[in-house]
DNA sequence: CCTCTTTGTCGAAACGGTTCGACTAAGTCG
DNA sequence: CGACTTAGTCGAACCGTTTCGACAAAGAGG
């Protein structure tokens, strides 16, 4: 009488039994089209919609994946657009397949596993993605305990299904730019060493040197916090010491607190400096120079990410990692080396 | 045998009734105290947790609040960490009480519209927090209808439980802040009408001036899109037409914008021309010079957001609206007036 | 000592779906 | 035409919890 209708009235306004009612609401095949008409038409009369959890409760499948959220980068996640735009990708992936994302964010490892634990146990996912992979293992046991499958954005230290930016190709890309304009000594300031995205970028960056014939220079590779303010005291002392005319930051932020440290040591950039990093957000985009930038495509990391762990739940099958280019943007903030301009063919698209 | 223990185990090994044991685990008080202990020693010994859908679909409540976020105000969401702020506030509170967050976000208003009322429909949340409520009218009926509850972020054009900012006070805490620099003539950037925060924040701007007795010149107040494109257009005619020595933006991004006009017109902030933006971001504190601005807490309003939620879940009944303080942040954009300097008693707290 | 409450426990009936095995009425085949 | 498949429908069981009404035992009041 009161509360919404359910597949019971249905089924009674159709002149059908509940589990027919089921069985053509559903699509199954083994319904004549004439009675499949028949409910559907009683669903649409009487404004029917099936209930979330009943289905959930008979079918076992919560039609619902967590995004576990462990905010370790702080900044990354609280500043910039960065999470916004990865559930953007995430949700539109997910409603395309009629799931829903639930999140489960914490401020400390400890809180993020005793979150995880939770929603694994009262089995209110079916999957989860998770980010900021910096100490995975642990979690891991728990989701293969309860067959939760998972997949991570960023490579986790371990093996395990994710999806990431092809870090090496980023600072490759970026740096490469820079080999273009005719700089060869070229600084490059990492973040912390534990992310494996500051690892495979130191690695591009290597590789960059490497294909362009120029020596790999550990006094020119620097690391700081991913911190405007952090990023300016290193960049400060590797000027007093060490000479460049280029420079690759890992992140935007990072990159505008080297650009900061160089006006302050009477530098210009570009004119005396170039400078590189990865991210083309607000920040680095109305910096001043605005900074040219290997963009990334974080609502792409959402999306694949939330495909492959539908793929997953879907099939009961593991599926492989997923790696994404980035794309370099050209801005302001690189020009010619003065220094011994070769020839420079950035493509500027 | 195989999957995870239910109820009924757990009754078993306290040799109970499957009753008796739910009403020992939910704490209830006909339970006498030896018998809970049995039970919650079965529970723990057989790892118990509950199945989240089978709570949900006897009690009713799906102890699931749903985030609704209908993406109009594009800059606002994809880049600044606006949303990600919003969104840590609203999931601590949401986890205080044993709640978690589900998103539906959407493009369009007519998605949004879809997503809450399928949401509504399949009884996925127990109540909903909608944010740009700029068009909240067609929300409100299917809420009604459903008896779901609701509360918006941002005042909403019509009656409705709601949390926002003090829009009124931010602007004119930021415009008394110039004042009490000594300017005189301050231009105000604003945003699109139809966003009630701009509106209140224009009013706050004219309190700012009356209180001061300063006259409220119509050809100082200027309108442009939220980008920094917008803005640069905007406040480059309005220097071709006006003067003035301190312009108050409604966003940073605006002021960024602003702030670019004014150097290319020869204008150096802030010994030209003063500027105070609201909200105290990344891009506004590490642009050049950093911008005085009045910071929101984006992270209280979700979570007042959801502590009226979860208050109007269990009460049933409606609560009042919340408004948030802003907090003027002053940084180095803004500098006593040269051309009539009065008493300067800005609290630099 | 008998009745009336109180306390603690229990079985059974929801909640709203899906799914499985059984059943009937048509076809199909030889 | 009888045996065998097949298509379509149905009733019942089940998913894992809460809640309600019944009930026995114990304690209180007269």
């Known amino acids: 009488m009161s509360g919404s209708p359910t597949i019971r009235d249905v089924a009674k306004r159709a002149g059908v039994a509940v589990s027919t009612a089921s069985l053509a609401l559903n699509g199954k095949p083994q319904v004549s089209q004439q009675t499949r008409l028949r409910v559907l038409q009683a669903a649409e009369d009487l404004d029917y919609s099936p209930h979330a959890a009943a289905k959930n409760l008979a079918d076992g499948r919560t039609r619902t994946i967590g995004l576990v959220n462990p905010t370790t980068v702080e900044h990354l996640f609280t500043s910039s657009g960065f999470f916004m735009r990865l559930i953007r990708g995430m949700h539109r992936a997910a409603t395309e397949e009629g799931y829903s994302v639930s999140l489960h964010i914490a401020d400390s490892e400890e809180e993020a ?3 995880i634990r939770a929603a694994v146990r009262t089995r209110s ?6 980010t900021n992979p910096t100490v995975s293992s642990s979690y891991l046991r728990d989701f293969k305990r ?17 999806v990431d930016n092809d870090n090496v190709e980023v600072s490759r890309v970026g740096v490469r730019h820079l080999i273009e304009c005719g700089h060869r000594r070229i600084a490059f300031l990492n973040g912390p060493e534990q992310f494996t995205f500051c690892h495979d970028r130191l690695l591009g960056y290597r590789t960059a040197l490497e294909e362009a014939g120029l020596p790999y ?13 952090a990023a300016y005291e290193v960049v400060r002392a590797g000027l007093a010491e060490h000479r460049f005319s280029a420079l690759f930051a890992v992140s935007g932020i990072q990159a505008v607190g080297a650009v900061r440290a160089f006006r302050d040591s ?3 950039v570009p004119d005396d400096v170039s400078v590189v990093c990865v991210d083309d957000t607000e920040l680095t985009r109305y910096s001043i120079p605005p900074l040219t930038a290997v963009a990334l495509h974080e609502n792409w990391l959402g999306y694949w990410a939330v495909k492959l762990l539908l793929h997953a ?8 990692p997923v790696l994404l ?11 010619p080396s ?9 493509r500027r698209g």
Chains 1, 2 share one sequence.
Do not use: C
């Open 338 to 346: 003065r220094e011994r301009v070769t020839e420079v063919s950035g």
């Open 313 to 320: 739940i879907k099939m009961q099958t593991a599926t492989y």
């Open 266 to 268: 009477g530098l210009a």
């Open 125 to 130: 996912a079916d999957g989860f993605v998770i």
């Open 325 to 335: 280019p980035g794309e370099l943007v050209i801005r302001g903030s690189t020009a």
């Open 217 to 229: 220079d550990q006094g020119l590779v620097w690391r700081s916090e991913q911190t405007a303010e």
């Open 113 to 115: 596993k005793a979150a």
């Open 146 to 162: 309860h067959r939760a499958p998972v997949v991570f954005i960023g490579r986790p230290v371990e093996d395990a299904v994710y």
